[in-house]
C-alpha cells in the first residue's frame, strides 16, 4: 500500500475537526449536565445531610423534652403521692380526734347517765324508806309520842335563836296575831294553856290562838304564826329526810 502524505495530512485534519466538533457540540454540554448533575447531587447531599442534622437535633430535641416531661410527670406523681398522704394522714387524725371527742361524750353522757340512774334509785330507795318509815310511824305513834314531841317544841320554844326571838317580838306591833295549831291528836287543855303562856311570853300582843288537826302529821304539832312556822311532827321530819337525801345527790 503506497503511503499519501496528502491524504495522511487530510485525515488528520479531519480528525482534529471531529475532536473540536465533539468538544464543541457533545463533550462540552456532556461535562457541563455532568458537573450541573453533580451540583444538583451534592446540593441534595447538602440539603439531605441539612435535613438529617435538623431529624437528629430535632429528635435530640424531642427526647430532651421527653426525659424533662418524665421527670416533671414522676415529680408530679411523687408531689401528688405525698400530698395524698398528707392528706390521708390529716383526715385519719381528724376522724381519730373525732373518735375520741365522740368516745368522750358518749362516756359522759354514761357517766351521766349511771349517775341519774343511781341517783333515782337513792332517790326511790329514800322514798321507798320514807314510805315505810312512815307507815312503821304511824302504826307506832300515839298521844303519848304526841306528848314528847310537845315537850321537844316547848323546850326549843326556850332555846329559840336571837334571830326568831327578834322575829317573834316583831308581831308585837299588831293588834292581833293569829296563830294556827295543827296537831295529829287532839291537844289537852293544859297542853294549849301551856303552849299559849309560852307564845304570850315572846309575843307582846293579843295572840288569836286557832287550834286544827291533821292525821297527816303522824305525830306532833305545826305552828303557823303569820309567815313563820314551827315544826315538830314526824310527817315534816319524814320530809326533811328525803329532802336531805336530795341535796347530797
Keep these: 500500500m503506497e503511503f499519501n502524505l496528502s491524504t ?5 485534519i479531519n480528525f482534529l475537526i471531529l475532536i473540536w466538533i465533539l468538544q464543541r457540540l457533545f463533550y462540552k454540554p456532556l461535562l457541563e449536565v455532568i458537573a450541573k448533575r453533580k451540583r444538583f447531587i451534592d446540593q441534595s447531599l447538602s440539603e439531605a445531610k441539612n435535613l438529617k442534622l435538623q431529624a437528629e437535633q430535632q429528635c435530640s430535641l424531642y427526647e430532651n423534652r421527653q426525659k424533662l416531661w418524665d421527670q416533671e410527670k414522676q415529680s408530679a406523681i411523687t408531689a401528688l403521692h405525698r400530698q395524698l398522704e398528707a392528706e390521708r394522714k ?18 359522759v ?29 304511824q302504826q307506832s305513834a300515839g298521844p303519848e309520842l304526841e306528848a314528847r314531841l310537845f315537850t321537844m317544841l316547848m323546850d326549843n320554844l326556850v332555846t329559840l335563836p336571837e334571830a326568831c326571838k327578834l ?34 311570853a315572846l309575843i307582846n300582843s293579843q295572840i288569836n290562838f286557832q287550834y286544827h288537826q291533821n292525821n297527816a302529821l303522824i305525830a306532833g304539832l305545826r305552828m303557823d304564826i303569820g309567815a313563820w312556822v314551827l315544826n315538830a311532827n314526824l310527817q315534816h321530819e319524814l320530809i326533811g329526810f328525803t329532802e336531805i337525801g336530795y341535796e347530797s345527790d
Design 8 to 12: 495522511f495530512v487530510f485525515e488528520i
Design 90 to 107: 390529716a383526715h385519719l387524725e381528724k376522724l381519730n380526734a373525732d373518735l375520741e371527742q365522740e368516745r368522750q361524750k358518749a362516756n
Design 109 to 137: 353522757l354514761l357517766l351521766k347517765q349511771q349517775r341519774e340512774l343511781q341517783q333515782q334509785s337513792e332517790k326511790q330507795a329514800l322514798l321507798n324508806g320514807a314510805k315505810f318509815a312512815g307507815m312503821l310511824l
Design 167 to 200: 322575829c317573834l317580838t316583831m308581831f308585837g306591833t299588831k293588834k292581833s296575831v293569829p296563830v294556827k295549831i295543827t296537831s295529829a291528836y287532839p291537844l289537852p287543855v293544859e297542853m294549849r294553856l301551856q303552849l299559849e303562856q309560852k307564845l304570850d
